[in-house]
């Protein structure tokens, strides 16, 4: 191998050595960003499971209403047909 085809070879290694390196800046960049979505949509998930359990915790006991006024229209149904 002459000197100029050392040259060439080092001058293209180099640049295969240049272009590695911004591929994994590139990647490592979009790693980080990739990394910073998964955070906030953890973030907003906590936050919805915390709003659910919220109205959860504060909504109307609709099947326990429900048996309660079926009790007061029986009782009260009883007591009607019994003062007659």
């Known amino acids: ?3 100029s085809e050392a ?3 080092a001058i293209e290694l180099e640049r295969l050595r240049r272009a590695v390196d911004v591929g994994f800046a590139t990647t490592r960049g979009d790693l980080a960003l990739l990394l910073q979505r998964a ?3 953890d973030k907003t ?3 919805h ?7 959860e915790r504060s909504r109307w006991p609709l099947p326990s209403l429900a048996a309660l006024t079926s009790c007061a229209a029986l009782t ?8 007659r």
């Open 45 to 47: 998930l906590g936050d």
């Open 76 to 83: 009260m149904t009883l007591w009607q047909s019994a003062g």
């Open 49 to 55: 499971e915390d709003r659910l359990d919220a109205l």
């Open 7 to 9: 040259e060439g070879v």
């Open 39 to 41: 955070d906030q949509t």
């Open 1 to 3: 191998m002459n000197p």
